[in-house]
């Protein structure tokens, strides 16, 4: 799927809003990966709308669940289909790096799902930060099985 030009600004400044919730993340001792779940919108100045924004509290709050798309999603709260049709995190995934981990987006795309890969050095700097400094938190949010000895 071609990206559709009027998405280029809006991913800035979406990808924007979700290293910063990355960083508040990261700063509470958790994963640092933010999400924000927006639609474009032409009555609002930028173009969009923002209508949940998260980060991975997996740590914080000691959830099995709680990544950030989960948690944007939540902080959404119950939004009609047509809505999440028209959202990026639905129908379209912006990823600010996927050098450090590669998720599904294969699959996303197969699904029919476009997938925008930013590659920001910002972001790659940032998970590789917290995986030096937690290698063990990281990767059981990957599922990545520790050796035992």
Not at 42 to 63: A, C, V, W
Not at 77 to 93: C, D, F, M, Q, S
């Amino acid at each position: 799927m071609s990206l559709d030009n009027s998405w280029k600004g809006i991913d800035r400044h979406g990808m924007l809003l979700a290293f910063d919730e990355a960083q508040n993340s990261y700063q509470q001792g958790g994963i640092p990966i933010g999400s924000v779940l927006l639609v474009q919108d032409p009555t609002e100045s930028d173009g969009y709308k923002i209508l949940g924004s998260g980060h991975n509290e997996r740590i914080q709050k000691s959830s099995a669940t709680l990544h950030g798309e989960i948690s944007a999603l939540e902080n959404a709260g119950r939004l009609r289909a047509e809505i999440y049709r028209k959202a990026t995190i639905i129908p379209r995934v912006v990823i600010g790096e996927n050098t450090t981990f590669m998720g599904g987006e294969v699959l996303l795309q197969q699904s029919g799902v476009e997938v925008v890969v930013q590659d920001r050095q910002d972001c790659k700097d940032l998970m590789q930060k917290f995986i030096s400094e937690k290698p063990g938190e990281w990767n059981e949010d990957i599922g990545e099985v520790a050796d035992r000895d």
